[in-house]
């Protein structure tokens, strides 16, 4: 399968569909079961705030994920995805109020690149704070 989006359509500045990922305590458990990744920091509310945090947190790995997503929506084709790398700046704390947390995720085609690739950078916020920093993805496009 290859991407379903043409290099040759695609201007540098092109807006990625925006979307919004919610985050809850029962997600971060599924999470945790699927990853291996059993840190209490991102379950156990008592132990998360004994080591300093304000409550419990995603796992960076999720965060990462969840924002990916916009790019393997819009190529229509995760296997498009040739680099991706993030900064982590801030954590997704998920209150157990049964609402939880909203990551944003924007993105945007900064650079057209050879061999019919681009680069996409995306912004991820929650809670009004930018939560991944330097988030970028090298797309290869039909």
Do not use: C
């Amino acid at each position: 399968m290859t991407a379903q989006i043409s290099w040759d359509e695609v201007e540098v500045g092109t807006e990625l569909p925006a979307r919004s990922f919610p985050v809850t305590r029962a997600t971060l458990v599924q999470y945790a079961g699927a990853s291996g990744d059993f840190n209490p920091i991102h379950w156990n509310e008592a132990f998360a705030k004994a080591v300093g945090l304000s409550d419990v947190i995603a796992h960076g790995m999720f965060t990462m994920a969840e924002a990916i997503r916009v790019v393997t929506d819009w190529t229509g084709d995760p296997g498009a995805v040739a680099e991706y790398g993030v900064r982590f700046t801030k954590p997704v704390v998920v209150p157990n109020d049964g609402q939880g947390a909203v990551i944003e995720v924007t993105g945007k085609v900064a650079a057209k690149l050879d061999d019919r690739k681009v680069r996409v950078d995306l912004v991820a916020t929650s809670a009004g704070q930018k939560v991944l920093g330097m988030s970028r993805a090298v797309v290869q496009l039909s």
